[in-house]
């Protein structure tokens, strides 16, 4: 029985392992592609380069103002999270704790919104966008996405909230808390490996999102992110993709950064809001 366990767990192991690669080797394509010139791309674009050349890397650096772009996406990105965390975790919170008909009926309000394609709904958005005047600017990107990130925010805070003795809220209020004092002293510190996990998901999310900010802030030049700088070296009759793929290199990078170093919540905090209560 121990014979056929390990072989299993080994066999499994091994899936694991060609699925990982099958995943990394676009990314590992972009990476090779991005020390070659144009005419090494255009050769042969699984072969390894023949040198490893940096200068596709400072021409984008110049070229799209990479520094200019790296604050755009920094703010929308930062924006974005601190409504998502702020709003979700309040309602969560709230509806977790208040047993209504009403309370359930609200819930499952905010958290449909995530069986609802964007393509159905992004030209309304994007007509509501110009209304509201929160088109062509960073800070208008960033609120839009409080709306989109909220429902699996508000859905993992819920369940987690759920696991969370009611004696806690009690103690609190008995010793003078107020309900915002009691949420941010008491229950948020509780929260911080579901927050963490969100935090990693809506970075991934809004650092590389691609069509959001076309529809938004494509004809900005002051405001375009890093993934659409990279969508510029392709065009209708021409495409630079060596270009390309150093910018999207660059653009993905710092995503991948965090969440090599905060991918270790992800599954913890995922289980425990999906699972508790």
Known sequence: ?????????????????????????????????????????????IALPTKLSFGNYSHVW???????????????????????ILVSSIAAYKLARTKSRWSGLIYMLCIMPMLIPF????????????????????????????GFGAPLAV??????VKGIP?????????DG??????????????LKSVTTTIVIIDVMWIWNDFLLPLLMV???PDTKTLTLAAYTFVG??????????????MAVLPSIIVFIFLQKYIVKGVVAGAVKG
């Open 1 to 45: 029985m121990n014979r056929q366990s390990k072989a299993g767990r080994i066999i499994l192991e091994v899936v694991m392992v060609l699925l990982s690669l099958l995943f990394l080797y676009p990314l590992f394509l972009a990476i090779i592609n991005s020390f070659k010139s144009f005419g090494e791309v255009m050769k042969d674009v």
């Open 62 to 84: 110049s070229f799209i103002n990479y520094p200019k772009l790296f604050l755009n996406n920094f703010v929308i990105t930062g924006l974005g999270l601190v409504g998502i």
């Open 119 to 146: 393509q159905s709904i992004m030209l309304t958005v994007l007509q509501l966008s110009k209304n509201l005047h929160i088109t062509e600017s960073t800070w208008g990107l960033g609120l839009l996405y409080w």
């Open 155 to 160: 859905f993992i805070y819920h369940g987690f």
């Open 166 to 174: 009611k004696e806690i809220d009690e103690s609190a209020t008995i």
């Open 177 to 190: 808390a107020s309900g915002f004092r009691l949420f941010f002293s008491v229950i948020f510190p509780l």
């Open 218 to 220: 494509n004809g900005s």
């Open 236 to 249: 209708q009759y021409t495409s630079d993709w060596q270009y390309a793929m150093t910018a999207m290199v």
